[in-house]
């Protein structure tokens, strides 16, 4: 593979990841009640600690995404 199409390959996959823990973020903000619903008759896990796992499952994406996605992205784009 040539270094544009890695940079190529980078920037869509950062691009679909971010639109991925962009629309994670929205869904868990506006349908929190539901998505409780569903995880709590899914899992089994006691409603009170559901924030907590979302809020580390989403801390955890970005890092992530940042990491593995953006920094690559960036780093190649900018030296080449």
């Known amino acids: 593979m ?3 199409m890695w940079i190529q390959f980078l920037g869509w996959m950062a691009l679909v990841n971010g639109v991925i823990l962009i629309a994670g973020t ?3 903000w506006v349908a929190r009640d ?3 619903d ?3 008759a899914m899992m089994g896990v006691d409603r009170m600690d559901l924030p907590v796992l ?3 499952y989403l801390a ?3 890092i992530a995404w940042i990491v593995l996605n953006l920094v690559p992205y ?3 784009r900018v030296a080449m």
């Open 2 to 4: 040539t270094m544009d």
């Open 26 to 28: 929205l869904v868990l």
């Open 34 to 36: 539901w998505v409780m």
């Open 38 to 40: 569903i995880h709590t």
């Open 54 to 56: 979302y809020f580390s």
């Open 60 to 62: 955890n994406f970005k």
């Open 74 to 76: 960036l780093v190649l």
